[in-house]
C-alpha cells in the first residue's frame, strides 16, 4: 500500500504600510492545477497587475520541489535574497518574523515575494506541520490586504499547499485543454473531499488555449468555466528566459492581460 509523505495533512509600497488598504470579501487567493497549466504564470501575472494598480500584494511560491523565486525574475532585480525555509522553521509564526523574510523588487514597490531560494529544497529546513502552514497563511493577512498563493500540484505530500487551499477566500483552478491535465486534477480532488473543501469558492480556468486548440471543450468535461486564458508566445518567451514578471507589450499578449484583469475585477473586485 502507498504511503502518504510523513507529515501529510492527508490520510490514504513598503512592509511597514501594506495594510492602509480597505478589507475586502477576498484577500487570499489560491492557484492551483496540474503540472504546466500555468499555476506560477497566473500568480505572477495576477500579483504584477495588482501592483502596476498600486494595490500591495504579497505572493506565495510555495513550491519546495520547484522553487520557483528564482525563474520569475532576474536577480538584480530583488532587493535581497531570503527564504520561506526560515518562516516555515520557527517554532511559531508572526507578522515580524514574516516582514523580515520577505522578498521586495526593486522596480514594484508593491509588490513582495516569499518563497524557496535557488538549491533550497524540502530537506533544507526542519519539518514544518499544518498548524504552522495555516499560522503563515493567518499572519500573511496582517500584513497585506491581498495575498496570491502559487500552490503545488501534488497535494498530497506538499502540506503548505493543501492547507493553502483550504484555507483560502477563493480559489483558481486552472486546467489545460488536454486530458492528462484533467485526469490529474481528478485524481488529486477526492483528497480533499473529508477536508474543509468548498467547491462554491472555486472558479474553475482553463489555461493556455492556443489557437489550434477548442477550449469550449474543455467546459463538456469541467462543467461552466469562469475564465479562458488564451496562450502568448511573448509571455512563453519571458518564462524561459527566466522573467514571468517582465512587461507584456506585443499584441499576442492584449487577450491574456485582459483576462488577467477580468480575474482581479471578479476576484478582488479592483
Known sequence: ML??????IFSRKQLESMQEEPEQDVQVLAVWGSPGSGKTTVSVRLARYLA??????????CDMTTPMLPCICPPAELECERSLG????????NDTLIKQNCVTHKKLSYLTMIGMLKGENVFTYPPYTQKLAAELIDHLRDVAPYIIIDCGS???????????LLEADTVLRLVNCDLKSISYLSSQLPLLKDQKWDADKQY????NIKSNQAGE???QVL?????KLPHSDELENLALAGNTLGELALKDSRSFRTEIAKISKEVFGV
Open 3 to 8: 504511503n502518504f509523505m510523513k507529515g501529510s
Open 52 to 61: 502596476d494598480h498600486k494595490h500591495n500584494v504579497v505572493l506565495l511560491l
Open 86 to 93: 526560515s518562516i516555515l522553521a520557527a517554532t511559531h509564526i
Open 154 to 164: 501534488s497535494i498530497a505530500n506538499d502540506i503548505l499547499s493543501a492547507v493553502s
Open 204 to 207: 474553475k480556468v482553463a489555461s
Open 217 to 219: 471543450h474543455i467546459e
Open 223 to 227: 462543467g461552466s468555466v469562469s475564465f
